[in-house]
């Protein structure tokens, strides 16, 4: 198939999907038929040809509004796309619209459900991008994360999760929530997708993708320091994980607990820079700001500049230690969330598994292929070091290929 | 005087000078009367309320148009105010307008012209932010800079300019340029307003400024690896800036030969970094932009994905490095820029003197009160480590008592 012929038979197929399923996933912000088939009609050729994207509603785009999860942004047009969303388009990707973020990527949640039980959370903030794309209707999910935003919603909706090196695709056009973290990255249902998207997103050209699956010869496997906090179907996911990786590759325990407090560094700041960040919010709509968001701007702003400092210090130490990890495994196999994903009155889930390495601006992928007690997804996490992007997406294809088939949403038909 | 009337009788003073001074200086890209007394009007009481803020037109602000100074942008509305800008207005500042800055904060210069002499260039990119401070039509001048932008206008307008810790101030609403560079500052005609802004600029909420002068101990006198392209306004600076401080703490020289890469590896990592920043503006509107920007993302679309990444690994060893430098300098001493402004149509000047402190991510003060041979201000910076912004402006404070007042503009009635 061509790359002329790829583009509209992309949007064709996309649009049927989003037909049989948005009304009960409600994944979109935004979403128009006539700008997705005018699109595919003059798609430039490349290397995404024939795959189409969600946009996580915290990236601008051109043509849809894009909202910030907030009733203050409520139909505002950037006029611009954010690069990234460039980039992935001049790489002959259409964009399938704009997905369901909660307010500012922090905790009130979308109307988006789980696709495997409508009464769950799809996992927050990348809601409505892990939706999407967990049923078909988008095949790169445009996600972020702050704290546990990419990584949560993969495991809760059975994907694919890469949340690269801090820094490595371009932030412009993205709004920010605390700069010392925010980090973009994709959501694919699988990890050929992701290392597609990788090459594009990447720098200012199209690369080649790291394709190539790749045997690490060490593995540590961190139960961390909140093993507690696990619940049954991660704890289940991490031991058959384990098993199926020690049949090819050294795996040995690591004791996090030189890295206990990251937790609480990541917290602090996170705190500080969105009481920064959301400055003119805070100031100028605070009675359209919900309750989570108007906390977490109040408990920033009680957080001294000192401790806000120290933190930042303790943070780079971590880094420094990290590294160190590095030169003993390859990659790092870690919990992606608590457990199956949790009933929506409860909130969007719980950070507490990623935050440690979200401050320590690691590469991580989320891999699906379990389930818990429900029969919900449950994935795990592998971990690379900072800047060894490539070869983490070499050894997270190797992994795939041992670990279980995701689960598909039920209501059948799904890619 | 109480704060209440310190903002309106702010507005008057500035609304008077701006009447006198910008026809002929042009310092503003949008700037209405009515929308500052209103303003002054129902401003908050803050640490600084009497003082005028100049916007440069590459941050968000709610009121005016945010035109980055590209026509792609013309007439554009961001809604919102930039996280500095609403902190500052939070802080009782009030908004005297935006000011121009070169297209994206690159090469390609507005119409403002250097308030010393009307043929030569103010020094981009912070262009207008600069050129009002030096008139009196602003305090305080929001800047930035990638390269050279904030430190190469304060030597050309004889003002003070304030380049924090890289991280320091929040970028939120910020148009980026290159992200590993982006950096928020100011340009104030003293330091202890640079301190004061800084009070506020640095937190979710204003702490206590800086002011107190600090003699350092140990000053490292930097001539750099470029000090043959230094001219003789420049020399003289040093010179005489070496002789002042000498007479009140140790001075000597600092090889930075070790560091002389600096200026490539800037170069490399920026135009990467732009090439990936401004993806939409050269897909979607290439005809609008500049032949200075487009060969910019041009020269960025050619580096490698391996030169840019081993540049960020060598700009990370050099960080070290410098690092080391103040366990034996409270401050460095260097250049601030080749000589005195050049002919506006020769560009906006070389910013050979800041590249490598930028890559650095060193706070550097650039202090006013010298001239070259033709009457025209020239600077000298003062550098001091990373997140040691607090000290930095200390002894900024004390070198600024011991240097010749600054001079000012012709055609008289200066503040």
């Known amino acids: 198939m061509t790359a002329k012929a790829a583009a509209p038979r992309c949007a064709e197929r996309v649009l049927a999907r989003i037909a049989a399923r948005e009304a009960r996933i409600r994944a979109f912000s935004a979403h128009d038929p006539a700008l997705l088939r005018r699109e595919a009609a003059c798609a430039p050729a490349g290397p995404l040809a024939g795959l189409a994207i969600g946009v996580k509603d915290i990236i601008a785009t051109e043509d849809y509004p894009t909202g910030y999860g907030s009733p203050i942004y409520d139909g505002f047009h950037t006029g611009a796309d954010a690069a990234c969303v460039a980039l992935l388009r001049a790489g002959g990707a259409l964009c399938a619209g704009k997905t369901v973020t909660t307010e500012f990527a922090f905790f009130r949640a979308g109307p988006t459900v789980n696709p495997f039980d409508a009464a769950r ?87 080649a993708p790291a394709t190539t699956p790749r045997a690490p010869a060490r593995i540590g496997l961190c139960h961390t ?104 495994y390859d990659v790092l196999l870690a919990p992606a969330a608590p457990g199956e994903a949790p009933l929506a009155d409860t909130g969007t889930g719980s950070p507490r598994f990623s935050r440690l390495w979200t401050l320590l601006r ?19 996490q592998l971990l690379g070091p900072r800047d060894g992007d490539e070869r983490l997406l070499g050894h997270a294809a190797w992994a795939e290929a041992l670990f279980p088939a995701r689960g598909t949403p039920p209501h059948g038909d799904y890619p």
């Not at 490595?168 to 290392?195: C, E, I, N, Q, W």
């Not at 696990?230 to 996090?256: F, K, Y």
């Open 121 to 207: 959370t799809p996992g927050g903030s990348s809601s409505g991008s892990a939706a999407a794309v967990a049923t078909g209707m988008a095949d790169i999910g445009l996600a972020s994360q702050t704290a546990a935003s990419l990584t949560r919603p993969a495991s809760y909706c059975g994907i694919v999760g890469f949340k690269p090196s801090y820094g490595r695709y371009a932030l412009a056009g993205v709004k920010a929530l605390a700069p010392s973290f925010d980090t973009l990255g994709t959501l694919t249902r699988d990890v050929a997708t992701a290392a597609r998207a990788d090459a594009v997103l990447k720098g200012p050209l199209p690369g």
């Open 362 to 380: 690691l590469p991580t992928v989320t891999l699906p292929g379990f389930a818990g007690p429900s029969g919900l997804p449950v994935g795990v």
């Open 225 to 328: 320091p909140w093993w507690n906090e696990a619940e049954g179907g991660t704890r289940r996911a991490m031991s058959r994980a384990t098993a199926l990786l020690a049949a090819h590759a050294a795996i040995e325990p690591v004791d996090l607990a030189p890295f206990a407090t990251g937790c609480d560094l990541h917290a602090t700041i996170m705190g500080y820079e969105a009481a920064q960040a959301l400055a003119w919010e805070y100031r100028a709509r605070r009675a359209l700001l919900s309750p989570q968001i108007a906390g977490l701007i109040e408990s920033g702003q009680r957080i001294g500049d000192d401790t806000y400092r120290a933190a930042l210090v303790a943070a780079r130490a971590l880094r420094a230690r990290a590294a160190d990890l590095f030169g003993r």
